[in-house]
């Protein structure tokens, strides 16, 4: 288990945990980031991820990255 924000540029991962504050997750979870999700990290750049969840690509930054264990 590692923090999204370690995942490489094309990888597949499975959502394993969530963390943050009650609000955050329930910030991430509206986003696609619920445990067992599909997601690909699609780029990086200067701190912000994109990553493709549920054929949707969302922009988070890394703080939210470290959050979302896969």
């Keep these: 288990m590692m923090p999204l924000s370690m995942a490489e540029i094309g990888e597949k991962k499975r959502v394993i945990k969530v963390g943050g504050k009650d609000e ?9 980031f619920v445990e067992g999700a599909e997601i690909t990290v699609v780029s990086e750049l200067s701190g912000n ?3 493709n ?9 890394k703080s939210m990255a470290n959050r979302i264990m896969v």
């Excluded at 955050?24 to 696609?32: E, T």
């Design 24 to 32: 955050v997750r329930r910030f991430l979870q509206n986003l696609g």
């Design 53 to 61: 969840v549920k054929d949707t690509r969302i922009a988070i930054d």
């Design 49 to 51: 991820m994109i990553i």
